[in-house]
Nanobody
């Protein structure tokens, strides 16, 4: 059973920092694109940042210059360093990844989510 498990969420004051981690476990051949999404009540889940297996990155305009996405392919782990946090960053953050269990067999997986709360 392949799964993604996030950690690192919590409560932080505005201007503070948090680092989210997402570890993939199970029988994994490789992981291609990975990303962090966030969702607040009543709103659609939105893409925050993504990274390809070769390291190309994308950031939503709202987090550019404040968040950094990275990955350790040897550890099958995804990270999101969040600096200069704002109250509007408060959300449940989800990890997503296209996980290959065989060279041509893949599954789009989601983690369970981790709550990030930024107080003003």
């Amino acid at each position: 059973q392949v799964q993604l498990v996030e950690s690192g969420g919590g409560l932080v004051q505005a201007g503070g920092s948090l680092r989210l981690s997402c570890a993939a476990s199970g029988s994994i051949f490789r992981i291609s694109d990975m990303g962090w999404y966030r969702q607040t009540p009543g709103k659609r889940r939105e893409l925050v940042a993504s990274i390809t297996d070769s390291g190309s990155v994308y950031y939503a305009d709202s987090v550019k210059g404040r968040f950094t996405i990275s990955r350790d392919n040897a550890k099958n782990t995804l990270y999101l360093q969040m600096n200069s946090l704002k109250p509007e960053d408060t959300a449940v953050y989800y990890c997503n990844g296209r996980v290959f269990t065989m060279p041509t067999i893949s599954t789009d997986l989601w983690g369970q989510g981790t709550q990030v709360t930024v107080s003003s």
